[in-house]
């Protein structure tokens, strides 16, 4: 199925290939700038180059004798931005790999991995801005100008006196309030302002860790199973392993990632530390930063522009020890990593679902450790049956924790029968009791439901009547405090009607959103502060924390909450986990629901008790008899995760199979399905891979365009792989591929 190239002509300068952020799926060659010579230019460096019509910036990426294009045809770079390389060898690689893996424009890939002020052209170090004298000021300063003011004619003789000029740092310290002066000099023309690259040289490893440990916590004493687990890991540095650290919420696996990333540390090595959430690095950097006396750096989504230059410079220049971060970290410049920890590796936050290169930080992050010849460690109370199955097959080393560091006993999981109870506002008799009782007792209650808003939908009573989104086929979202109807897949609001839109009729809320049921228990137990955690409650990183410190000093008695409840924090005044509604898991046409149902429900368990107390957990169900809530609830993740596993392979999906999803969206369903139509005859009569679709997604409607998808699987990786370079090739030259807008998630993790 590929085109044969055409024989590379031959170029004594030799040819650049340059990684150019554009949607093309190849390097693009260049010549050298005028009078240098290929081999020379540093691999990793930023380059301007022509491109088009327009001139842009890129990365090298290699070196080549010639190029597949005439010889008249290639351009030359116009000029080289870094002598030093800005990406090294070993990170071009990974994001050369992660390119090719998740087939994506390799410029886009590089492009996002470099922050943005650096895509534009600015120094890669770290800048300081400096005071310089003029030739002219030194002239002015000779002949004793200014002559009526008196602190510039002193700034001018304390410059006259540093030709090499004067940082502004070093100015402040030695003459404070001095700016004013040289800004005026400067508009005299007597001195200059210049932006230098601060001195990194200064800032090898050993320096840094300025050694703070009088003022450091005291760490406690490791149990044997985290001493174990500490050893495996201390022992494998210097090559790369992979371990799977296994543990209930409260196990203490943040602790070994914290005695991993010392031992690291100590010789002299860096350590990546990604976590999935950006409300999780404020709180794990505290940990980190009470018990390692070096510089950290936190890079996440939420950063400005120039934080997250400050905080790439610091990771680059070796200056932080410790990088923790979010998703995208997994490409921070690290020199000399030594480790790398995966907190929470289940969670499907680690994955890209969205714009750009889907990738997943986990699995990326387990290349770059193999790249480096690195220890990673992956740690979790509710591994993905990915993970668990490479345990397994001997990939991954598994390093359980059985035991809650507190001692605490391991919560009582309850199914309650819907079907069997009455039911008022969502909740079923015995869970009231069971809230009024905890509540009586001084325990804390924490509710959770993975809908957010007042209502799922909005009914007539008299017409049947459902308030629909105009650009979607979903469903409006009932906000009662905020007066509105939300389209919760675009965004799309609109005022609250009180009367039907179609017959006039009084209209009337339907199902419960986490907002109800704050509302309902509020009116059950007036006497009980009661908080609400999801999107619409908590903006930022900020309001997750202050309802997070509500619960934990006691002055909130009741949280009611969205997935944003199960992630993280533990509290050890809560005593009773109501899960409202495990259904939505159980019969979707996702083949993962099951398994982020099961995680979900163990995660939020997990949030509770404290000592001797065990926390109990109520799970609201009309199914109390299926097999994986009882697997669930008899057995533990371990027991559902084995039965899962065996559906999986029975049924051939993920881990025993290879998934990818070409998804494409159009203004029609017929743009949308013709090109994925399309795409599927374009791989022949006998594919070697298996295609199930092309289908319509399950919200088929979004935003006024038509989603649609074909699924590939094919039972090994590697032949997965070599069928996806050739075909997407032919798929993007498709005439019906430019009526859609169209993408390949590679190991997908949402399916529908
Ligand atoms: P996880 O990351 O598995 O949820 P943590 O490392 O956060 O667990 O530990 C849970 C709690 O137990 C924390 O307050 C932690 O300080 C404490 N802890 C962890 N290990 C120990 C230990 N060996 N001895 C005493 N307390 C510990
Ligand atoms: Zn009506
Ligand atoms: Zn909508």
Redesign the pocket.
């Known amino acids: 199925m590929t085109g044969t190239r055409p024989k590379p002509e031959a170029s004594a300068a030799g040819v650049l290939r340059v990684a150019v952020d554009c949607p093309l799926r190849t390097l693009l060659d260049y010549l050298p700038p005028p009078g240098e010579s290929a081999p020379d230019l540093p691999l990793g460096a930023r380059v301007q180059v022509p491109f088009g019509p327009r001139s842009a910036i890129g990365v090298i990426v290699a070196q080549a004798q010639g190029s597949a294009l005439p010889g008249r045809r290639l351009k030359a770079i116009s000029a080289l931005l870094d002598r030093e390389p800005l990406l090294n060898a070993g990170l071009l690689e990974l994001l050369q790999w992660t390119a090719g893996y998740y087939h994506h424009p390799p410029g886009e890939v590089i492009a996002a991995a470099i922050p943005a002020a650096l895509r534009a052209g600015q120094s890669a170090l770290a800048q300081e801005r400096w005071l310089e004298i003029t030739a002219a000021g030194l002239h002015a300063s000779l002949s004793g100008e200014p002559r009526r003011a008196l602190r510039q004619r002193e700034l001018l003789k304390m410059l006259a006196e540093r030709p090499a000029g004067i940082s502004l740092t070093q100015l402040d310290a030695l003459a404070p309030g001095a700016r004013p002066a040289a800004r005026a000099l400067s508009k005299r023309g007597w001195s200059r302002f210049t932006a230098r690259a601060a001195d990194d040289s200064a800032a090898t490893p050993a320096l840094m860790a300025t050694p703070r440990s009088a003022a450091m916590a005291a760490a406690?004493?490791?149990?044997a199973a985290?001493a174990l687990a500490v050893e495996a890991i201390d022992a494998a540095a210097g090559r790369y392993g992979a371990f799977l650290l296994h543990?209930v919420?409260?196990?203490?696996?943040?602790?070994v990632y914290l005695r991993a990333v010392a031992r690291c540390l100590e010789r002299g090595a860096n350590a990546l530390v990604l976590v999935p959430e950006i409300g999780l690095t404020p709180q794990l950097l505290e940990r980190f930063r009470a018990r390692l006396p070096v510089r950290m750096a936190v890079l996440h989504s939420a950063l400005s522009d120039g934080e997250r230059l400050a905080a790439w410079r610091e990771a680059r220049s070796g200056r932080a020890r410790v990088v923790i971060g979010t998703r995208s970290a997994v490409f921070a410049p690290i020199p000399g990593l030594g480790l790398i920890t995966v907190d929470e590796e289940h969670d499907s936050s680690y994955k890209q679902q969205e714009g750009g290169c889907r990738y997943s930080a986990r699995d990326v992050a387990v290349r770059r450790a193999q790249q480096a010849a690195v220890p990673v460690v992956l740690g979790s109370a509710t591994p993905a049956l990915e993970s668990l199955h490479n345990v397994q097959l001997g990939r991954y080393r598994p390093l359980p924790l059985p035991r809650r560091?507190?001692q605490a006993a391991a919560p009582r999981l309850a199914l309650i029968d819907l079907r069997a109870h009455a039911v008022h506002q969502g909740l079923a008799g015995p869970v009231t009791q069971a809230i009024g009782r905890h509540l009586a007792a001084d325990g804390q209650v924490l509710v959770y439901l993975n809908r957010r808003g007042y209502a799922p939908t909005l009914l007539c009573t008299s017409c049947g009547w459902i308030a629909p989104c105009s650009e979607c086929d979903a469903r409006l979202t009932v906000h009662r405090e905020a007066a509105q109807l939300r389209c919760h897949w675009c965004g799309a609001t609109q005022p609250l009607p009180a009367r039907c839109g179609r017959c006039g009729f009084a209209v009337k809320p339907v199902g419960q959103g986490t907002e109800r049921i704050a509302e309902t228990l509020a009116a059950m137990f007036p006497d009980a502060p009661l908080l609400r955690l999801d999107r619409d409650t908590a903006r930022g990183a900020a309001d997750v924390e202050a309802v997070m410190n509500a619960l934990l000093d006691g002055s909130a008695r009741i949280l009611v909450g969205t997935q944003m409840v199960t992630k993280g924090h533990?509290f050890p005044g809560v005593s009773l986990v109501a899960v409202i509604n495990a259904d939505q898991g159980l019969f979707s046409t996702d083949f993962r629901a099951a398994e982020r149902l099961a995680q979900t429900i163990v995660q939020v368990a997990g949030r509770a008790g404290r000592g001797a107390r065990a926390g109990e957990v109520l799970i609201q169900t009309e199914y109390p008899e299926h097999p994986l809530l009882q697997s669930l609830i008899n057995g533990g993740y371990e027991a559902f995760a084995a039965g899962a596993l065996a559906e999986r392979a029975a049924a051939r999906w993920p881990p025993f199979s290879r998934l990818a999803l070409l998804r494409a969206s159009g203004r029609s369903a017929a743009d949308a399905l013709g090109f994925l139509r399309a795409a599927r005859e374009c791989a022949g009569d006998r594919p070697p891979v298996r295609f199930l679709g092309p289908v319509s997604a399950a919200m088929a409607r979004r935003a006024g365009r038509h989603h649609a998808q074909l699924l590939l699987e094919h039972a090994g990786r590697l032949e997965l792989q070599r069928f996806l370079e050739a075909w997407l090739e032919l798929v993007g030259r498709l005439r019906e591929s430019r009526r859609v807008r169209w993408a390949i998630d590679v190991d997908p993790l949402d399916i529908q």
């Open positions: 406690p004493e490791l149990s985290q543990g919420p409260g196990s203490g696996k943040t602790e560091a507190d533990h």
